[in-house]
C-alpha cells in the first residue's frame, strides 16, 4: 500500500510539516529506513540518529526542536503509538480463515464443532473433544482425546494439545506449543542387588488455559502429575518457555523468552518472569512480582511488587550494594593511606 505523508498524517490525527505529497509505503527503525519509509523517533537522546535517516518522513513528537533530513515530518502526540498504528495501515492483510473443515482433517465422529469453526489440512482432532465457535485451528494441530478448545481461538499451525488439555477463549497458541506432555516425575534408587533403578511416576492431570492468554512458539506447557498446571486469564507468554508440571499462575503475568518454571511453583498475579530466568519448583511468588534476566530463583518471594536479578537472586538494591563493595573497598584503601601519609607529617612535625 501506498499513501502520501499527508494522508497518514490525517488518518493519525498527527500534523503535517515539509513535503505532503511524498509516498510512503512502509515503515522502518531509523538506521534501516530506505526512501519511501516512514520513520519514528520519541526521544531527543536519539537526534543524531534522526539525522542520519534516509526515512522519507518521519513521527516527532510535538516539542521536537532539532531539524531532520526528511522531507515530511507528521507531528503527533505519541510517536510510539502512532509508528503502531501506521505499521497496520501498511500491513498486507491478515490471512482470511473461511469456516469449514479441510477435506485432509481427520476429526473423530464424537467431537462437537462449534458455529464458524475453521479446522485445517491434516489436522487431527480425537473423540469427545469440543472447539468452540468461531475458533481456528490451523493445519497439521493434534488435538488428543477429551479437549475444549474456546470460543474465537486461534491455534497456528503444528500445535499439540495432548489428551484432557482445556484452552479458553480468545487464545493465541503459536507454532509449535505444546500443552499437557508429561512433567519430569521419576522415582529412583537401588534395588536389594544394588543395581540402579528409574521408575517413571505417571502423570495423570491435565493442563488448563484461561481466557486470553498468547503461548509463543515452542513453548511447552506440562500436565499435572494429578490436578491440573494452570495459566490464568490474560498471561502472556513468550517463545521457548517451560512451564512445569502443576505450576499454577494466577493470571495478568509475563513469562518472557527461556524462561522457566520448575514443578508445583505458584506465580501471583501481574508478575513479570524476564528471559531465561529459571524459578526453582514448590515455591511461590507473591503477586506483581519481576524476576530479572538470567536470575536464579530458589525460595519464595513474600514481598509483592518485588524485583529481583542474580542467582540466587535478591533484590535490586541488594546487588547494587554488592556490586559497589569494590569500589568502596578501593576509596577506603585510597582514604587510608592519604590518613597515614597525614599521621606520618604529624609525627614528624
Not at 28 to 52: H, N, Q, T, W
Not at 210 to 226: K, Q
Not at 300 to 326: M, N, W
Amino acid at each position: 500500500m501506498t499513501i502520501t505523508a499527508s494522508e497518514l498524517a490525517a488518518k493519525l490525527g498527527g500534523a503535517i510539516e515539509g513535503d505532503g505529497s511524498v509516498a510512503l509505503s512502509a515503515v522502518g527503525g531509523l538506521e534501516e529506513a530506505r526512501p519511501g519509509d516512514l520513520s519514528f523517533c520519541k526521544d531527543v537522546k536519539y537526534v543524531k540518529i534522526v539525522a542520519g535517516t534516509k526515512a522519507s518522513a518521519i513521527l516527532l513528537p510535538l516539542d521536537w526542536k532539532d531539524h531532520v533530513p526528511c522531507a515530511a515530518v507528521i507531528r503527533v502526540d505519541d510517536p510510539n503509538d502512532a509508528c503502531m498504528k501506521a505499521a497496520e495501515i501498511f500491513a498486507p492483510p491478515a490471512p482470511v480463515r473461511t469456516p469449514g473443515v479441510h477435506p485432509t482433517a481427520v476429526i473423530d465422529p464424537s467431537v462437537k464443532l462449534g458455529k464458524d469453526v475453521y479446522v485445517g489440512a491434516y489436522t487431527v482432532i480425537e473423540k469427545n473433544t469440543e472447539i468452540g465457535d468461531g475458533a481456528i485451528i490451523d493445519a497439521q494441530v493434534f488435538i488428543g482425546e477429551n479437549c475444549r478448545v474456546g470460543a474465537k481461538t486461534l491455534v497456528y499451525p503444528q500445535v499439540t494439545l495432548r489428551e484432557g488439555t482445556i484452552v479458553g477463549k480468545d487464545c493465541i497458541i503459536h507454532c509449535g506449543v505444546r500443552l499437557g506432555g508429561d512433567g519430569y516425575g521419576f522415582n529412583n534408587g537401588r534395588h536389594p542387588d544394588g543395581s540402579i533403578f528409574i521408575e517413571k511416576i505417571p502423570q495423570l492431570g491435565i493442563v488448563e488455559i484461561g481466557d486470553g492468554v498468547e503461548i509463543g512458539s515452542n513453548t511447552t506447557i506440562d500436565r499435572a502429575r494429578i490436578g491440573r498446571t494452570y495459566v490464568g486469564p490474560m498471561t502472556k507468554i513468550d517463545n521457548l518457555v517451560q512451564v512445569g508440571h502443576n505450576v499454577k499462575i494466577a493470571g495478568y503475568s509475563g513469562l518472557i523468552a527461556q524462561s522457566g518454571i520448575a514443578g508445583s511453583t505458584q506465580i501471583g498475579m501481574g508478575c513479570l518472569i524476564w528471559a531465561q530466568a529459571g524459578i526453582s519448583g514448590h515455591i511461590k511468588i507473591a503477586d506483581g512480582v519481576q524476576v530479572g534476566p538470567q536470575a536464579g530463583v530458589p525460595q519464595s518471594i513474600d514481598e509483592p511488587g518485588k524485583y529481583v536479578i542474580g542467582t540466587p537472586a535478591q533484590s535490586l538494591r541488594d546487588v547494587a550494594a554488592i556490586s559497589l563493595a569494590p569500589k568502596m573497598i578501593s576509596k577506603l584503601r585510597s582514604d587510608v593511606k592519604e590518613l597515614k601519609a597525614d599521621v606520618a607529617a604529624l609525627k614528624g612535625a
